[in-house]
């Protein structure tokens, strides 16, 4: 009975430690594993955020890098015509362009050269110049627009790289929470074994499984000279026999 309760406690007690165990570790993982995931939503939540803040800046330079490709005919003739067609026809280049003939006229009419051939010139000469500055003007006002979505899409890609970066670091906590959790629950199981094992010795030393056979060999010796002195027994090196009267079995013997 001694030897029954000290087992049981044993194994009890491994039982009830594991158990504790592996709650303890199922819990401090669970915990690791939420902050974790809390950390990877608001990671995302702050790249979403940037992204659409500077939305508004990659779209815009999306547009412009497309009409300077336009001004340069890269998407075709008939896109660069329409966009040198929509300068020409703006409300800025009529209205610059009325007041630079305006000046020349003034300019001449003042210096008694109205009529003059220089006069013609100048204005014939006025308008496709007037178109060409605006059409580079145009070009270069693209160019900051441009330049401004590239460096919006940057600040995006950044983002998003730390942001990866930052959500492969978590993700990697989250599995060594994981990781942790099933190591801890490996040794609890084998310290149950452990236990289990010590317990089974500590039984069959108490006695738990009966007396036990032991063969000395020496006292072995001593019974079969005692037997052989005796005339009991004949022996065969240190085993001893007792020798059978045979003369019952023959005579019954019929042949």
């Avoid at 001694?2 to 165990?21: D, E, K, Q, R, Y």
């Avoid at 026999?241 to 045979?246: A, C, N, Q, R």
């Amino acid at each position: 009975m001694v030897a029954a309760a000290v087992v049981g406690a044993g194994i009890g007690g491994a039982l009830l430690s594991s158990s504790a165990t592996r709650s303890a570790a199922n819990t401090a993982s669970n915990a690791q594993e939420r902050a974790t995931q809390l950390g990877i939503d608001q990671q995302n939540k702050q790249f979403e955020t940037v992204q659409k803040l500077l939305s508004p800046f990659v779209t815009a330079g999306t547009g412009s890098l497309g009409a300077q490709q336009n001004l340069l005919g890269l998407n075709g003739a008939a896109a660069q015509q329409a966009a040198i067609s929509g300068i020409q026809s703006s409300p800025m280049f009529s209205s610059l362009a009325q007041q630079g003939e305006d000046a020349i006229l003034a300019n001449a009419s003042a210096t008694g050269g109205l009529r003059g051939g220089n006069v013609q010139g100048a204005l014939g000469q006025f308008r496709p110049q007037l178109l060409n500055q605006l059409i580079e003007q145009q070009y270069a006002n693209l160019g900051g627009l441009t330049s401004l979505g590239q460096n919006a899409a940057a600040g995006v890609g950044n983002a998003g790289m730390q942001t990866g970066q930052n959500v492969a670091s978590l993700l990697q906590q989250q599995g060594a929470a994981q990781a942790g959790n099933a190591l801890a629950a490996g040794r609890s199981q084998a310290g149950v074994y452990n236990a289990l094992g010590s317990s089974i010795g500590t039984f069959a030393g108490l006695g738990g499984f009966g007396p036990t056979s032991t063969y000395d060999a020496a006292a072995a010796r001593a019974a079969a000279s005692a037997r052989q002195s005796s005339g009991l027994t004949s022996s065969v090196g240190d085993v001893g026999f007792t020798p059978i009267d045979m003369s019952a079995f023959t005579s019954s013997l019929k042949f």
